[in-house]
């Protein structure tokens, strides 16, 4: 237990060196950079035609045609931004292939007035992640196939560690100063366990290795020189006094050019959160909200989430392979032999209709930006 604790507080220091050594943007510059935004709402997206993000960005799968179709309904209803996760795989396979893949994917959101906010790194379920055909998903099960990037083989392994560096530097040089990039999220939820579906396969030291290649995950996206800022979102803890920040939250919070953060609660414990998050002064992003049976509505977070001029992005857009309608404890109990009694995310169903009619009528007016429907 010692040698574990001196071993994070050394890691914690090294990510604090690491922080002060980096040109994180001033209070002002993030301020300019918000200002010019316009208040940002939008949804985690992956196309319904897609289990994960591998199925998503390889060559084979890639499908402009529903991407399009599918931003088409974002746009509808008002949405500007849409956060969007990369996978380290597909670069290490056809670099120039996948950037002319994000290059497609961008020239589809501008045409539908929607800036994506690009994900690089992610801690959350499978930790096997493996390119080419991937596998159907598992009847009734929440997310059953997303998978996490870097996998845990290349997370233990420091030798895989310049790919990494070679990844995040390629993407984001690429689009360093592309306008129709609102962001960049360098890691989602990096200490994340995933107790309840893959802990008996991930690594036993994971948050250590993750804390400790965070910030030079953060040092490489810095050193291609983005004109866009940096974040990446806590989602656990209690965040409104510095000294209660964990390893990964800290660094999290040090290295972020704008401030994000994840809440599936109700309102009030929303906006309490809100309030937390005021002390950093700096632009707050909302990059996680919105599961109907936890109480996390969007008629109860927007308006908060407006008031304080906070960015709000659900989780999911369109119903799919991912079946994120499904609430979490599926894992447990898959829903086999019916439908959740309320879906858990998503808005649209797979053929563009509103799940609720009424919410899509509620984020057209909460925006004031929807256009009628080209359905």
């Not at 301020?31 to 992956?46: D, E, H």
């Not at 984001?172 to 893959?198: H, K, M, Q, T």
């Not at 920040?245 to 929303?270: C, N, R, T």
């Not at 995310?345 to 984020?363: C, K, L, N, V, W």
């Amino acid at each position: 237990m010692l040698k574990r604790t001196l071993l994070a507080l050394l890691l914690l220091f090294a990510a604090g060196g690491a922080t002060k050594a980096q040109s994180r943007w001033t209070d002002a510059a993030a301020a300019n950079w918000y200002a010019k935004q316009g208040w940002l709402v939008g949804s985690n997206y992956i196309p319904a035609d897609a289990i994960n993000e591998l199925e998503m960005w390889q060559a084979d799968t890639f499908d402009v045609k529903r991407i399009d179709q599918e931003l088409g309904w974002a746009e509808a209803i008002g949405l500007n931004t849409m956060r969007v996760f990369l996978h380290d795989l597909p670069w290490q396979l056809d670099a120039a292939g996948f950037t002319k893949r994000i290059e497609l994917f961008l020239q589809i959101a501008a045409k539908h007035h929607i800036k994506p906010l690009f994900v690089l790194f992610d801690s959350c379920w499978d930790p096997e992640p493996r390119l080419g055909k991937q596998h159907a998903p598992r009847p009734g099960v929440h997310n059953s196939g997303w998978v996490q990037s870097p996998g845990a083989k290349a997370l233990q392994d420091p030798a895989q560690y310049p790919r990494l560096e070679a990844y995040v530097k390629g993407v984001v040089g690429a689009f360093a100063r592309d306008e129709r990039v609102l962001a960049w999220d360098i890691w989602n939820e990096p200490d994340n366990g995933n107790g309840g579906s893959y802990t008996e396969r991930e690594p036993k030291n994971k948050n250590e290795l993750v804390i400790a290649l965070l910030p030079r995950a953060f040092a490489w996206a810095r050193a291609a020189h983005p004109t866009q800022p940096l974040t990446s979102g806590v989602w656990k803890g209690d965040w409104s006094i510095a000294e209660k920040l964990g390893p990964a939250e800290k660094i999290q919070m040090e290295m972020s050019d704008v401030i994000s953060f994840h809440s599936y609660d109700k309102p009030e414990v929303f906006e309490k959160k809100v309030l937390s998050l005021q002390q950093y002064h700096r632009p707050t992003l909302c990059t996680e909200y919105m599961a109907r049976g936890n109480g996390s509505t969007f008629q109860g977070t927007l308006p908060i989430a407006k008031k304080f001029d906070v960015a709000a992005i659900n989780w999911g857009l369109v119903a799919g392979k991912t079946q994120t309608y499904f609430p979490w404890d599926s894992w447990q109990h898959p829903y086999t032999d019916r439908e959740p009694a309320i879906w858990f995310h998503e808005i649209f169903r797979t053929d563009g209709t509103p799940y609720s009619a009424e919410e899509a009528a509620f984020i057209k007016e909460m925006t004031g930006r929807g256009i009628a429907a080209a359905r």
